[in-house]
């Protein structure tokens, strides 16, 4: 996640960059939960957790931010999931 980061911290056309992490001392704003996403709205989301949180994380996404571009560092899910969702 630190290298997506610093890149797109880099590019001119990108105003922001928050990081969802537990780390402190980083240098860009954070948020401690998922749930300000929300109140953030941004337009690019990248996901580069734990693989076995990558699902439970996309479903909160796509159910509370609409419209976004969103980047899943690879594999994608940990297990083969039941109800993957239609895209």
């Known amino acids: 996640g630190a290298q997506h980061t610093r890149v797109l911290a880099s ?4 105003k922001e960059v928050f ?3 537990s780390q402190s001392n980083l240098p860009y704003p954070t948020i401690n939960t998922l749930d300000e996403i929300i109140s953030i709205e ?3 989301i990248v996901i580069a957790s734990v693989t ?3 699902y439970e994380q996309l479903l909160f996404i796509e159910k509370n931010c609409h419209n976004k571009l969103i980047f899943v560092e690879k594999p994608l899910f940990a297990q083969k999931e039941k109800d993957i969702m239609q895209v």
């Open 11 to 14: 590019m001119e056309n990108v």
């Open 19 to 21: 990081v969802l992490s």
């Open 52 to 54: 076995s949180k990558h």
């Open 42 to 44: 941004p337009e690019y």
